[in-house]
């Protein structure tokens, strides 16, 4: 096993390139230990490769709502097959798809404003992200009470844990969901808040 030792930030908060601002989500691209962090107050997505050096691959470290801004990112996670970055952003209620190396996103679930809303195509509060083997996508959408399941291409989600709305300390109800794993065979490991409790779904 190998075991790398990657530095990052100088543990005071600011927006240089050695620095971050409450960072929450984070990724690696195994096969080169690149490191893709959402470091959300500074309202972008930055990677950090193995020598050290570093750059910016989403955002402009101003929270907007223009193509080439995100607001508070909080998930992130590096998809190699398309050299790119899936984001959840937080205070736009969306998630946006940026490819490395252009300008501006591409929505792929969500608002691109700060709407929020409940119904299968809209976000309240998207937390972390979870993508399986095909490119499909899962959103912890915290205010919402529940994770929401997007196919490739489909605007519209479907309800696969919680309830919309409804919070809840039973097996079947989320309360504030936050973070979400999706394992080889398709179960979730969804991080239920509020709950103070990690909850596994089977294979929807």
């Not at 959402?38 to 930055?46: G, I, S």
């Amino acid at each position: 096993m190998r075991i790398v030792f990657v530095f990052i930030s100088i543990g005071i908060s600011g927006s240089a390139l050695n620095r971050l601002s409450s960072p929450q989500g984070i990724s690696i691209d195994e096969n080169s230990d690149t490191l893709y962090v959402a470091d959300t107050d500074n309202a972008r997505v930055v990677r950090y490769f193995p020598n050290s050096t570093s750059e910016i691959v989403a955002g402009v470290t101003s929270c907007g709502y223009a193509k080439t801004q995100l607001c508070k990112p909080t998930g992130v996670y590096f998809e190699a097959v398309t050299n790119s970055v899936i984001i959840s952003d937080y205070a736009r209620n969306s998630v946006v798809r940026w490819i490395i190396g252009t300008s501006e996103w591409i929505r792929l679930a969500g608002n691109v404003s700060s709407t929020v809303g409940s119904s299968s195509a809209e976000l309240n509060g998207p937390e972390g992200i979870g993508v399986d083997v095909i490119g499909n996508f899962y959103v912890p959408d915290r205010y919402n009470n529940r994770i929401q399941f997007f196919p490739v291409g489909q605007l519209d989600g479907l309800t696969i844990a919680g309830v919309t709305g409804l919070s809840g300390s039973n097996a079947s109800l989320l309360s504030a969901p936050m973070e979400v794993i999706v394992d080889n065979q398709l179960n979730l490991y969804v991080s239920d808040t509020n709950n103070h409790r990690v909850q596994k779904f089977l294979r929807y």
